[in-house]
């Protein structure tokens, strides 16, 4: 919660339709105002910023995969254990009789978890895999 008394007053100049449609936004998402989802803007560009830098991370890598691919279990499995370091937990879900969805969460160096990340959704059966990151520390 950002305190007010503390907060900076700025003003922005933005082209009225697309200010149309960020309003559009913001009332799809639910928030209570302009500066609320403005802020949450401010801080993704600055999350993102500070991952860029290759410091350390957390976060989630989620996997759909069709589980009758021959070895695309073992495989997956493997290279968790490789990334034993960077893997802190996992759940595993039956979606239908063929996919599987595979949650990890993960903490350690930006790069080792984008090259494991890498590893597992290119993996062949994967369908679709999706990472999450986020900074450890100045998370504002």
């Known amino acids: 919660m950002v305190n007010l008394k503390e907060a900076e ?23 209570t105002n ?9 801080r993704n560009f600055l999350i993102e910023n500070d991952i860029e830098k290759k410091g350390e991370v957390i976060g989630s890598l989620t996997l759909i995969y069709k589980h009758e691919v021959e070895g695309v279990s073992k495989k997956l499995v493997r290279l968790q254990h490789r990334a034993k370091s960077e893997v802190i937990s996992s759940m595993h879900m039956h979606l239908d009789e063929d996919l599987c969805m595979e949650v990890l969460a ?35």
Do not use: C
């Open 9 to 31: 007053r700025i003003g922005v100049s933005i082209d009225p339709d697309l200010l149309e449609r960020f309003d559009e936004k913001i009332k799809e998402k639910m928030y």
């Open 34 to 42: 302009r500066s609320e989802a403005i802020r949450d803007l401010i």
């Open 106 to 140: 993960i903490k350690g160096e930006a790069n080792d978890i984008k090259k494991m990340s890498d590893k597992l959704t290119s993996s062949r059966g994967v369908k679709h895999g999706k990472l999450f990151l986020s900074s450890t520390d100045n998370v504002f």
